[in-house]
């Protein structure tokens, strides 16, 4: 009575089960389900609440000029949703008293401005919190004001100059993507870029180091000698790697779901809290389209794929936590190359860095959904990096599935490198 | 039909030492086979090689007529490795079923098996408890249910005994009796010889990786040794010791005291023994004429220091693994 061919699948499906339900049960797993949603959920009630205006920011102006320039300054800030100004005459002790108004947070910040302004442009601010949206603002007022004073010094009709300054420029950004053009600011497409970054290596590390666990556990508790006896370790290996890669796209789901619920619901949120409901369905929300979502999708599963793999054998030649602790770095700091590379990607996608890291398979689970997303690749390019890491997958199961067979019968001391390079060759 | 489990000349090396060397073996349907030898004789290894746990080095495995081991027909055999172990957080029944998975079995089927079997052993209110939270003597119950729920035609135990508190020692035995009823085969190992005396219908015996004997129990006690005597002491012993020395009568000598065992010399009458011992004065209250024990000839096979060492289940780690 052999076996009929279908009994390997079921086997690796009992393996898969076992590893999803064991999982799923534990209380962990519904401590992060719920975690990510409120988190969310506090991001939108935060956004909501600033845009009520819990973020208005006041401020003194000093002024020190001979033609009480501070007045025109509050003037012009005037018109600002974000700060309140009041303008203060420059004396002994102002600074510091002012100073200790704002260490006492009952001022958010100062100007300080002199006959300078005119002369270089020069004013000065301080504050507890160098906010850039107030900066912008404080810059784009003294300028107005500035251009005014010398178009006026040089006999310039206010009126004209009030005319001239009288039309603001409004830069709408599109974004030409893939013969594509969306509305995307600058901001939101490096903004997705760098979620998606740390979205997938949080997720990949997390996940990769369950399976490592997994495994770890089975070795421990001595229950792997059995599954052995009746799986082959590469079907082991697989059901372990499939079931936690189950897992956490449950894990996504949940959070995903419960993020687009969220997002409906915005409106009634923003009236809960005092908000009228027009700010809030105006709250920026990046626009994901399906092509980006695959991407994601893909690569997640690739370098999931791809680095749980090698903590599978990680896990496999441990033999206690601290071992494997060790012995996971390498892995570990592999992934944190394309961790630390972000900043890099998101501010020049097409440089020849991020082209590489792309390309090479460690990094490009990473690297390629934040060039597309980005939109700086092409679809040659996607394939390429596609194909490499799958390339890459077959390659790294192979070794680690030979390093986990004969490691999970071992126990006493983690093998050395030279020991390993054994294991692969001869398992 | 030819014997479920076929060995032949399987050598397995480690770095550094070779752990099997040329074994052959063959365990003959519905018996009990017992694979005998002291700590680091080969056992684990030979057993894993039916496994296929371990690749053997050279030689072959066939099991049930066909090349290969036993990963091949896992829904065929009940293995119990020697290091045991379940999931601590998986529930009893859970992990029962989720283990009968991997040997094919199908869910629902092994779901029933499973209950059947908890009930037989005591163990039903406690099918939805975590495995960590059973006593020892429960887990090791639930570990051989795991063993046998599949109906395996060949079971394979790997020192079986070690561990076992007498009650489930017993429901070993019996369980083990019970399937050789049925026509089922048994292959286990052990380095205590009073568990294979008990149990076995053939047996083998191996130390550092070789054969020594193997047989039938009768055969193994009818080829080796001499003629042997048990002699008991009710008090006074008198001058038997002497008697004992007396290498014309005895050829060699197990004294624990009270009881000693001997082997007779070529040719000595036992007869002529306990006229002697008579005549020294000490008092008998048991005066046998046996076959060697089980442990009188593993002792003469192997050699005195392998046997204090198989003796004494403290120092239980087998060194054969890789590496070590």
């Given amino acids: ?427 | 039909m030819s014997d479920p489990v076929v060995v032949d000349r399987v050598t397995k090396r480690f770095a550094g030492h070779t752990a099997v060397d040329a074994l052959s073996l063959s365990v003959p349907s519905g018996l009990i086979y017992g694979l005998l030898g002291p700590n680091g004789a080969g056992k684990t290894t030979t057993l894993r090689m039916i496994m296929d746990i371990y690749e053997p080095d050279s030689g072959s495995v066939r099991l049930f007529d066909q090349v290969g081991g036993g990963r091949m027909h896992s829904a065929r055999i009940g293995y119990l490795p020697e290091e045991r172990g379940l999931y601590p957080k998986m529930r009893v029944l859970d992990v029962l079923v989720f283990l009968a998975e991997t040997k094919g079995v199908a869910r629902r089927a092994a779901r029933v098996k499973a209950l059947e079997w908890l009930d037989r052993l005591g163990l039903n209110d406690w099918r939805l408890r975590k495995v960590s939270e059973l006593s020892k003597g429960m887990q090791q119950k639930v570990q051989f249910i795991s063993t046998m729920l599949h109906d395996p035609d060949l079971v394979i135990l790997d020192e079986p005994f070690s561990g076992l508190d007498p009650v489930n020692s017993q429901v070993l035995r019996d369980t083990v009796l019970d399937y050789r009823r049925r026509g089922k085969t048994v292959l286990f190992s052990t380095h205590i010889m009073e568990h294979a005396e008990k149990l076995c219908d053939r047996l083998c015996i191996i130390a550092r990786g070789k054969k020594l004997i193997d047989g039938s129990l009768a055969e193994v006690k009818g080829t080796h040794g001499g003629k042997h005597v048990i002699v008991e002491f009710d008090g006074s012993q008198g001058g038997a010791r002497q008697v004992f020395g007396d290498r014309r009568l005895v050829a060699k000598l197990q004294d624990f005291g009270q009881h000693a065992e001997l082997e007779l010399a070529p040719g000595a009458d036992a007869q002529e023994i306990l006229r002697a011992l008579v005549i020294s004065g000490a008092r008998l209250s048991r005066f046998e004429l046996a076959s060697p024990s089980l442990h009188k000839i593993f002792v003469d096979l192997v050699g005195p220091d392998a046997a204090t060492a198989a003796a004494n289940p403290a120092n239980a780690r087998e060194p054969e693994r890789a590496g070590a």
């Fill in chain 1, 1 to 427: 009575m052999l076996e009929s061919r279908s009994v390997p699948v079921r086997k690796v499906w009992a393996v898969i089960r076992r590893e999803f339900v064991e999982r799923v049960r534990t209380k962990w797993f519904w401590i992060s389900a719920i975690l990510g949603p409120v988190l969310f959920a506090g991001i939108i009630v935060f956004q909501i609440v600033q845009s009520v205006g819990g973020a208005e920011r006041h401020i003194a102006v000093v002024d020190s000029t001979s033609s009480d320039y501070g007045t025109r300054v509050v003037e012009s800030l005037g018109g600002s949703r974000l700060i309140r100004a009041t303008r203060v005459q420059a004396g002994p002790g102002v600074i510091d008293s002012l100073t200790r108004l704002v260490e006492a947070k009952q001022l958010n910040g100062f100007l300080i401005i002199s006959d300078q302004l005119t002369e270089t442009g020069k004013a000065e601010y301080r504050a507890s919190n160098l906010s850039l949206q107030t900066i912008e603002e404080l810059q784009r007022a003294l300028n107005r004001l500035l251009v005014k004073v010398r178009l006026e010094e040089r006999g310039v009709n206010p009126a004209v100059v009030e005319y001239a300054q009288s039309l603001r420029v409004t830069l709408d950004q599109k974004k030409i993507a893939r013969g594509r053009t969306t509305e995307e600011s600058a901001g939101q497409s490096f903004i997705m870029a760098y979620v998606i970054a740390i979205l997938l290596f949080m997720a990949i590390l997390l996940y990769g180091v369950n399976v490592m666990s997994s495994v770890l556990e089975e070795k421990r508790d001595r229950i792997v000698e059995v599954l052995v006896s009746s799986l082959r370790p590469f079907q082991l290996m697989l059901g372990k790697v499939f079931g936690a890669g189950a897992v956490s796209f449950f894990q996504f789901l949940i959070w995903g779901v419960s993020a687009r619920v969220l997002i409906s619901m915005r409106g009634p949120i923003a009236r809960a809290l005092g908000a009228d409901a027009a700010s809030a369905q105006s709250m920026v929300l990046p626009h994901i389209p399906f092509a980006t979502l695959a991407v994601f999708m893909a690569f997640f599963l690739g370098g999931f794929l791809l680095y749980s793999a090698m903590f599978a054998a990680v896990g496999a030649m441990s033999s206690n936590e601290q071992e494997a602790r060790q012995a996971q770095q390498p892995v570990t700091y592999l992934l944190m190359i394309s961790y630390l590379s972000i900043i890099g990607l998101t501010n020049d996608p097409s440089s020849t860095f991020a082209k590489t890291l792309s390309i090479v398979p460690f990094t490009s689970p990473i690297a390629t959904p934040v060039r597309w997303t980005a939109g700086s690749m092409g679809t040659g390019e996607l394939v390429l990096s596609l194909a490499m890491l799958a390339i890459a997958i077959v390659g790294v199961t192979w070794v680690a599935a030979r390093i986990y067979r004969v490691g999970i019968l071992m126990t006493g001391k983690r093998p050395t490198l030279k020991e390993l390079v054994r294991w692969v060759r001869t398992a």
